[in-house]
Every structure is written in structure tokens, then in C-alpha cells.
């Protein structure tokens, strides 16, 4: 990727994320649910230039997509927008897990540090689902499905790479954040903290995926350049 052309989309998401965390927060419909999927739009730009694969490319492009989706449903003042901005983001993460298992990455990791990090991960969706499902009433079954799959999704990343991991975790604290919001204290004061995680994470998730990548690309070409020099 041109190094100019990263460092504008770069900018252009960082902007746009500010932009709706002291602006977009604070107004309404329209408004608001036009900027709000914008540093989501960027990070698509930013997959469309990489120098990744097409199939690459459009798995990373749908998983935005759904989460665009599920961003501009959960801005408008309407009946079930929960429930349809939980199916987005549902699809959104299961578009990640596949893009994650199936495009493997070569990092080592530790069989006791990862099976560490999974028994955290349901220990601590468990607990959080646990709390609050006194408050969940006809969303206890949607609800424990979109946990079990933002726990693979966060799975599937760590076994790809660390900064991608990073992304899922923030993205889960972004959700459980949603939860303890919607269900039991029904006020918007961590709303800017919400999309704060949540923005970071799709940044993490997706810069990680395509940095990962292009540092595979590079070792193979070494490799290949190595292997080809007369001895």
C-alpha cells in the first residue's frame, strides 16, 4: 500500500471516530446515524488498498459491512433496532471467525497461555451473562448465541495474531459495556466509551489482520529470494 494513502486513511479514521465521539453523540437522527459508521467506511478504503487478496478483501469488506449495518440500526429511535443490530453484528463476527480460520497465520503461540486466554474469555462472558440475566427476558437466547460467537470470533483471533486479539477483547468490552447499558441501567453515560472500544477494536481487528498478512507476503518473498541466489 502506498505509504501516503495509508496515512490519510489512517487520519481520516481517527478524525471521523473523534468527529462522532464529541459531535454525533450528541445530536440525533439524521445526523448521527451518518456519522456514526464513517471510521468504518475508512477502515473498508483502507482494506480495498491493501495489498491483500481479493478474497481477503471481500471477507473484510462484509464483516464491515454488517458492522456499518448494525451501527446505522442501532442510531435510530425505533422498535427491535437491539435485536436487528445484534443479527449485524452477529453475522459481522462470523464473517471475522472465517476470515480468521481461514487465512491461519504462522505466530507461535503457547497451548497453556491459550488455553488461558479461553477458559478467561467464557469465565468472564459466563459471569457478565450471568448478572444480567435477571434483565434479558425474551433476549436470553439471542443474547447467550452472540456471546458464544463473539467468544470464538476473539478465539479465532488470537490464534492469528496479537494485535487482532486485541481488537476482539476491546470488542467484547465495547459489548458487555452495551449489555450492563441496555439491560440494566438504561442510561447512555458509557455511550462514549462504548464506541471509543469499539471503534479501537475494529481498528485492532482489521490492521492486524492486514499487517499479519503482509509480513507473510514479505517472508515468503525473502525466502524465495534466499532460496534463488546462486551458491
Known amino acids: ?11 481520516a479514521f481517527f478524525f471521523t471516530s473523534i468527529l ?3 459531535i454525533g453523540l450528541h445530536i440525533h437522527f439524521p445526523i448521527a446515524s451518518l456519522l456514526k459508521p464513517l471510521p468504518i467506511f475508512c477502515l473498508m478504503f483502507l482494506a480495498e488498498h491493501s495489498s491483500l ?9 462484509l464483516g464491515l459491512l454488517f458492522s456499518a449495518s448494525g451501527d446505522i440500526v442501532l442510531s435510530l429511535k425505533a422498535q427491535n433496532t437491539l435485536e436487528f443490530g445484534l443479527f ?7 464473517t471475522y471467525i472465517i476470515l480468521f480460520n481461514r487465512f491461519l497465520s504462522q505466530w507461535y503461540l503457547r497451548k497453556d497461555f491459550f488455553f488461558i486466554f479461553i477458559l478467561t474469555v467464557f469465565l468472564v462472558s459466563g459471569l457478565v ?6 434483565y434479558f427476558g425474551q433476549m436470553k437466547i439471542p443474547v447467550a448465541l ?12 488470537l490464534r492469528h495474531n496479537p494485535i487482532s486479539a486485541s481488537g476482539a477483547i476491546l470488542f467484547m468490552f465495547s459489548d458487555a459495556l452495551i449489555a450492563f447499558n441496555e439491560f440494566m441501567f438504561k442510561n447512555h453515560e458509557y455511550s462514549f466509551w462504548i464506541m471509543l472500544s469499539y471503534y479501537l477494536a475494529q481498528f485492532f481487528l482489521i490492521t492486524g489482520f492486514i499487517k499479519n498478512q503482509q509480513d507473510k507476503k514479505s517472508a515468503s ?6 532460496c534463488n541466489k546462486p551458491h
Do not use: G, Q
Open 146 to 157: 452472540y456471546m458464544l460467537v463473539i467468544n470464538l470470533m476473539a478465539i479465532s483471533a
Open 221 to 226: 518473498i525473502a525466502i524465495n529470494s534466499a
Open 53 to 61: 487478496s481479493l478474497s481477503k478483501r471481500k471477507l473484510i469488506w
Open 129 to 134: 451473562f450471568f448478572i444480567l440475566s435477571p
Open 88 to 94: 449485524c453484528f452477529l453475522l459481522a463476527h462470523i
Open 20 to 22: 462522532y465521539l464529541f
Open 1 to 11: 500500500m502506498n505509504k501516503d494513502i495509508l496515512e490519510r486513511t489512517y487520519k
